[in-house]
């Protein structure tokens, strides 16, 4: 029998499909992140199973009873709190081993934060990357920003609301000018949709709000042109003489009037 991965809802319980109630009711157990939140799914729509907690804490350990279970015929369903099990959520790990011993896995179609916000954000191109959790910390942001710079398509990323201040705060730094989506509580009764450049956005959060949140970056219209080989001359000298990259980068940008990102990814 397969393992089955079923999306559940990522906030309105009516957003869940026909095909997933019935195989969670059908499967001899249900592995889930929270047995509690599950139960409050199934018994909404009035389905019966016998629900097994499958968090991240614990999904090395019980991942090779799952895959007793499937050995011996059992229809096992993996189900996360909110979403496509697998997507930063626990369930990757037991799926890529429920392959390579040869056991057959179904996905279902369902509801997903990632392409809800996207959608929502106006900014869907033909091609997107999803970035996870936003790294914490000022350095691990500005990589990413920098990463992002010539990057002509959208990104999705999720952040915790209490972190969220700061995280466009520090895009605003570096992309004041960049379309943003912040996307909150979606599907729930106070969704929220904040478009527009990152610098009025997160003027609009300065502070943490409340809920789930999905950002949404939208990618620059054009890859900006290379740096003159002059700024990035200066760049590599102040770097041999000891200053950080990014801040000689940060230094010729404004005496120049050169893209600091640019500048800096020229000069490695």
């Known amino acids: 029998m397969p393992l089955v991965v079923c999306p559940t809802p990522i906030g309105n319980l009516e957003d869940v499909t026909l095909r997933v109630l019935r195989e969670l009711g059908e499967a001899d157990v249900v592995l889930c992140e929270d047995t509690r939140r599950t139960r409050v799914l199934l018994e909404r729509h009035g389905v019966s199973a016998r629900l097994i907690s499958f968090h991240r804490h614990n999904e090395a350990a019980r991942a090779g009873g799952v895959l007793d279970r499937l050995e011996k ?3 096992v369903a993996l189900a996360s709190d909110a979403g496509l099990p697998g997507l930063n959520d626990p369930g990757g790990g037991l799926i890529a081993q429920a392959l390579e011993h040869g056991f057959p ?23 997107f990357v999803f970035l996870g959790y936003l790294p914490r910390g000022r350095e691990g942001l500005a990589r990413l920003w920098d990463e992002l710079a010539t ?3 959208p990104a999705v990323a999720f952040e915790s609301p209490r972190r969220l201040p ?10 004041p000018e960049r379309p943003v989506a912040v996307c909150r509580e979606l599907t729930k009764l106070h969704e929220e949709v904040a478009r527009g450049p ?9 502070e943490a709000p409340k809920g789930e ?19 990035v001359e200066a760049v ?3 770097v041999e003489s000891g200053v950080p990259r990014r801040k000689a980068a940060d230094v010729v940008a404004r005496l120049t009037g050169s893209s600091r990102n640019e500048l800096y990814r020229s000069s490695l």
């Open 166 to 175: 700061a995280s466009l705060a520090s895009l605003a730094e570096a992309a």
């Open 236 to 238: 590599a000298e102040l």
């Open 198 to 206: 990152a610098a009025e956005v997160a003027a609009r959060f300065g």
């Open 213 to 231: 949140i999905t950002l949404v970056i939208g990618g620059v219209a054009q890859r900006r042109a290379a740096a003159e080989p002059q700024a």
């Open 73 to 75: 015929g059992e229809r």
């Open 105 to 127: 896995v179904t996905v279902l179609p369902g509801p997903s934060a990632v392409e809800t916000a996207l959608v929502a954000s106006g900014l869907v191109g033909e091609r």
């Open 151 to 153: 990057w002509s398509w």
